[in-house]
C-alpha cells in the first residue's frame, strides 16, 4: 500500500523505555479483546472465508533482544549478520520460533543496532552500538515500530553528526531546523510508537492481501476510486 491509516502515541517517561512497551502492549491487549467481543458477528463472517484465530496475547509483555532474536533463528536457518535487520522471511520464521517457544502470537524485539535506526533515536546507554528502540509483532510480522526519542539537543546533534549530516550546514532542511529547534525549548525524556491499522486487521484476521483490508486501497497502480 501506499497510503494507510497510522496512529501514533508519545508519552513521558520516569526511568525506562519499557514502560511504552507496557502502554502499547495494554493498548493492543485490549483492542483484541475489545474486537472478539464487541465484534463477534462481522469477525465470524470474515472467518468462514479467511481461516482464522483470535492471536494469543501474553498477560505481560514478551520482549526478545535483537541479538537473541538472531540467535534463535541462527539455530534454525544457520549463521546470520548479526548488523543486518531482519528480513520478512526471517521475522516469520521467528514468529514460529516464538509461537513454539512461548505459545504466543504476539511479541516484542527490542535492542536493535543503532545503525538500522534513525538519527533520533535513543543509543543504549551501556552499548552506543545498539539503540533504545522496539518493534511490535504479530503472527511473527512487524505491526508497529517504536523507540524511545533523543530529547537532548547536544545528542541529537551528535547523532547527526555520526549519521553525516552537519546540523550547522546552511542548507540544513526547514523540518529538520524546526526540529532540531523545539528540543532546545526542553523536552521530557519520551517513548512511543506508530502503528498502521491496515497491517494490524490483515495479520489479525489473516487475509492474504493486505488491500483487503483497506476499503479503498491505493497502490503503485491504483490511485483511484
Do not use: W
Amino acid at each position: 500500500l501506499c497510503e494507510f491509516t497510522g496512529l501514533d502515541f508519545e508519552m513521558a517517561i520516569d526511568e525506562h523505555y519499557l514502560e511504552a512497551v507496557a502502554v502499547g502492549h495494554r493498548a493492543f491487549k485490549r483492542l483484541f479483546e475489545t474486537l472478539e467481543r464487541d465484534c463477534a458477528p462481522e469477525l465470524e463472517a470474515v472467518r468462514a472465508r479467511f481461516d482464522s484465530s483470535p492471536p494469543v496475547v501474553p498477560e505481560e509483555p514478551l520482549v526478545i533482544g535483537f541479538d537473541r532474536a538472531k540467535a534463535m533463528l541462527a539455530d534454525r536457518l544457520g549463521d546470520l549478520d548479526p548488523a543486518d535487520d531482519l528480513t520478512t522471511a526471517q521475522e516469520i520464521e521467528l514468529g514460529a520460533i516464538v509461537k513454539e517457544a512461548h505459545g504466543v502470537d504476539f511479541y516484542v524485539v527490542d535492542k536493535y543496532p543503532a545503525h538500522l535506526r534513525p538519527f533520533y533515536t535513543m543509543p543504549d546507554p551501556d552499548d552506543p552500538t545498539l539503540s533504545n528502540s522496539y518493534d511490535f509483532f504479530l503472527r511473527g510480522q512487524e505491526i508497529c515500530s517504536g523507540a524511545q526519542r533523543c530529547h537532548d539537543p547536544a545528542s541529537l546533534r551528535a547523532r547527526l553528526l555520526a549519521k553525516g549530516i552537519d546540523p550547522d550546514q546552511p542548507d540544513l532542511s526547514p523540518s529538520l531546523k524546526a526540529y532540531l529547534t523545539a528540543f532546545e525549548h526542553g523536552a521530557p525524556p519520551h517513548a512511543g510508537c506508530g502503528f498502521g491499522l491496515e497491517r494490524i486487521l490483515f495479520l489479525y484476521l489473516n487475509l492474504d492481501n493486505v488491500r483487503l483490508a483497506s476499503l479503498f486501497p491505493r497502490d503503485p497502480k491504483r490511485c483511484a476510486p
